[in-house]
C-alpha cells in the first residue's frame, strides 16, 4: 500500500482523535514496517489494518464506523494528488464513471507501484449508476467512505445502496442522484 494512505490515516486520527493519538496509536501496534510511512513508498498492506484495527481496539470504533469515516475524510485529500482528474466534472457521476477507466489507469501512471482496486462503472440512465468494487484487500467499507466523500467534494446528493456483497473483496452498489441534479 502506498505511505500517501498511511500519512492520510495519521492526519485522519489526528484531526478526530487529537494530535498524541497516532503516537499511541503505533506504539501500541506491531507493525512489520518500523522506519516513517513516507507518501511514495510502498508498505505492507497488514501494517495499515493492524494500525485501524489498533484504532478501532484503543478508542472503541467500529471496524466499519471506522473505515468509512476514514474514507469520508480520504476523498478531499486523495483528489488533490490528482486535481485535474477531479476539477474537469461538475457532477459525481461523470467523475464515478471515470474512476475504472480514466482515474486509476492515471494513478498508476503516477505512481507505477500502486495496486488501486478494480472498480467498473454502469450507467443505468439518468440519474442512477452502479459501481462494482473488486479488491482483494476487502476494504469494502473504506470505498463506501470514499464515495461518502465524493458526495462531500461535489456538494450533490445521491444515495449508496449495497445491493450485493458477496465478500468483501467484491461489492455492488448503486448510486442514485436527485434527478434535477444528475450532469450525466
Known sequence: ?????????ERFVDEKLGPEAFEAIVDATDLVTKEPFVGPGNYPDADLFALVTTTCRLHRITLVDALRAFGRF???????????????HAHPKPFLMSLGSIIHVEVKKLYPSARPPEIVSIDLGPGKMRLVYASPRCLGEL???????????FGAPFT??????????????ELAF???????
Open 1 to 9: 500500500m502506498k505511505g500517501i494512505v498511511f500519512n492520510l490515516f
Open 74 to 88: 480520504a476523498f478531499d485529500h486523495l483528489a488533490k494528488t490528482v486535481p485535474d482528474l477531479v476539477s474537469c
Open 143 to 153: 470505498a463506501y467512505g470514499l464515495l461518502e466523500g465524493v458526495r462531500d467534494h
Open 160 to 173: 449508496i445502496d449495497v445491493a450485493e456483497r458477496t465478500t468483501d473483496r467484491r461489492w455492488t452498489l
Open 178 to 184: 436527485a434527478a434535477e441534479q444528475d450532469a450525466a
